[in-house]
């Protein structure tokens, strides 16, 4: 009896991890370091200083983003974005000092990019690389769907939250 409820309870987790409207692929893993990306398109940034943000805990700090020429272009124009648009969330820490917000060290480096391979995820690749290194962070599916899964929220958007301002 309690085997049973045990894996019905991991059904159920299973369900909730993977939705079915989001498979994820293994080669979606396949992202690698943005190389260049700080020559890239500035798009936005943000500043999450205080938990009253829900997510400050994982994205507290200051972050830019940043988009490759196929990704401006396409957000410029407010167009889908092609095969081999790449967009960069590049975290760094904040302190106060004099009553300014200046920039620490970079807590990490997420990458988002969108690709004909990766089709069996929504078109996008997911990774995240640690501080200043090139050591990607995500090694498991559930990893990207956990990105993904947020990401969904703004789908109709083809998952990108930021948009081009002048
Ligand atoms: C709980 C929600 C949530 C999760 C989980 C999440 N993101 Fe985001 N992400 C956001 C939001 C909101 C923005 C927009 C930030 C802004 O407006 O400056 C964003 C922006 C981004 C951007 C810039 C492009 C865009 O959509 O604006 C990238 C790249 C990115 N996230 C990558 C990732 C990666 C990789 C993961 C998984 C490790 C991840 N995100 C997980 C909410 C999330």
């Known amino acids: 009896m309690k085997a049973i409820r045990m894996v019905a309870?991991?059904?159920?987790?299973?369900?909730?991890?993977?939705?079915?409207?989001?498979?994820?692929?293994?080669?979606?893993?396949?992202?690698?370091?943005?190389?260049?990306?700080?020559?890239?398109?500035?798009?936005?940034?943000m500043v999450i200083f205080s938990d009253k943000h829900?997510?400050?805990?994982?994205?507290?700090?200051?972050?830019?983003?940043?988009?490759?020429?196929?990704a401006t272009k396409a957000l410029k124009a407010k167009k889908p974005l092609p095969s081999g648009s790449a967009i960069v969330f590049d975290l760094l820490e904040i302190s106060e000092s004099s009553g300014a917000y200046v920039e620490g060290a970079r807590k990490f480096v997420a990458v988002m990019e969108y690709n004909d391979?990766?089709?069996?995820?929504?078109?996008?690749?997911?990774?995240?690389?640690?501080?200043?290194?090139?050591?990607?962070?995500?090694?498991?599916?559930?990893?990207?769907?956990?990105?993904a899964t947020c990401h969904e929220e703004v789908k109709s958007a083809q998952f990108v939250f930021s948009e081009w301002r002048k």
């Not at 991890?17 to 936005?44: F, Q």
């Not at 069996?120 to 599916?141: C, H, I, P």
């Open 117 to 147: 391979k990766y089709k069996k995820s929504s078109g996008w690749g997911w990774q995240v690389f640690a501080g200043d290194t090139k050591d990607a962070q995500l090694g498991t599916l559930a990893d990207q769907v956990a990105c």
């Open 9 to 45: 309870t991991l059904v159920v987790t299973a369900a909730l991890i993977v939705p079915a409207s989001i498979a994820v692929a293994g080669d979606a893993l396949d992202v690698g370091y943005p190389e260049g990306y700080r020559d890239w398109t500035h798009v936005k940034s």
């Open 54 to 70: 829900p997510l400050f805990g994982a994205f507290g700090g200051i972050h830019h983003v940043y988009a490759n020429d196929m």
